[in-house]
C-alpha cells in the first residue's frame, strides 16, 4: 500500500465550478502537507503548504488537512480554465523537503 | 532570475551508455533535490542535499550517483543507464526555515529514453 494515495481522476468541471481534490495518507507521523500544481510538460509548482492540522486559504484556493482521518483536500472555489492542470499533493515528516508525493489529479476545466 | 535550470532537457542512452544531469540554481537555496517522474505516477526521491557538501539517498536511489559541487550545482549521475531509467527527472530547490517553507522550486525537466 503507498503512504500517500490520491483520487486518481481525470476530473472535468464547468468553468465557475467548485473543485475539490482529495489525498489520503497511512503515515501519521506526516506534519507537512504540501499541492502543487503542475502544467503538462512542465515542473510541478508549490501552491500551498500547512504545517499540522487546520485550514489555510490563498485567493481561490483552500487547503484542509485532517490529522485525525488522515485526509487532505484541496478546494479551487470559482474554477478558470486556466487552473487545467495535474495536482499533486506531498508530504513530509519534518521540514526538510524529503516530500512523499500521490500520483497527482489531472483537471480539465471547460469554459 | 531563471530559477531552477536544468540540462539537458532532452537524452536519448542506449543501454549501458553514462550521462550527467545538470542542475544549478540562482535562489541561493540550501537544500537541492532530484526526483523522477513515471508517466501517471507521482514524483519519487531519488536523491537530496540539504547544504553544500552533504548528500543522501530518498526512496529510489540504486542505479544513480549526485555530486553537490556548490551551493549552486547538483548533479546526477546513471553510471550505466537500463531501460527502466526512462523517466522525466526533476530538480527542485528549496529553502526552509523553521516550519516555514520560504520557497521550493522545480526546474522545467530532463526527459530522458534509454534504449
Known amino acids: 500500500q503507498k503512504e500517500v494515495e490520491q483520487d486518481p481522476g481525470p476530473l472535468s468541471v464547468p468553468e465557475g465550478a467548485i473543485v475539490s481534490l482529495n489525498c489520503t495518507y497511512s503515515?501519521?507521523?506526516?506534519?507537512?502537507f504540501m499541492w502543487y500544481r503542475q502544467y503538462s510538460r512542465k515542473g510541478p509548482e508549490l501552491l500551498m503548504y500547512?504545517?499540522?492540522?487546520g485550514n489555510k486559504e490563498d485567493g481561490r484556493f483552500t487547503a484542509q488537512v485532517d490529522k485525525s482521518s488522515k485526509y487532505i483536500s484541496l478546494f479551487i472555489r470559482d474554477s478558470q480554465p486556466s487552473d487545467s492542470a495535474t495536482y499533486l499533493c506531498a508530504m513530509e515528516l519534518t521540514n526538510a523537503g524529503k516530500s512523499t508525493f500521490g500520483d497527482g489529479t489531472t483537471l480539465t476545466v471547460k469554459p | 532570475n531563471a530559477g531552477v535550470t536544468q540540462t539537458p532537457k532532452f537524452q536519448v542512452l542506449k543501454t549501458g551508455q553514462s550521462m550527467t544531469l545538470q542542475c544549478a540554481q540562482d535562489m541561493n537555496h540550501n537544500s537541492m533535490y532530484w526526483y523522477r517522474q513515471d508517466p501517471g505516477m507521482g514524483l519519487r526521491l531519488i536523491y537530496y542535499s540539504a547544504s553544500e557538501g552533504t548528500t543522501d539517498k530518498g526512496e529510489v536511489p540504486n542505479g544513480y550517483n549526485v555530486s553537490r559541487l556548490n551551493k549552486r550545482e547538483f548533479s546526477l549521475r546513471l553510471e550505466s543507464a537500463a531501460p527502466s531509467q526512462t523517466s522525466v527527472y526533476f530538480c527542485?530547490?528549496?529553502?526552509?526555515?523553521?516550519?516555514?517553507?520560504?520557497?521550493?522550486?522545480f526546474g522545467q525537466g530532463t526527459r530522458l529514453t534509454v534504449v
Open positions: 527542485a530547490s528549496s529553502e526552509r526555515t523553521g516550519y516555514r517553507i520560504k520557497g521550493a522550486f
Open positions: 503515515n501519521s507521523a506526516f506534519q507537512y
Open positions: 500547512t504545517y499540522s492540522s
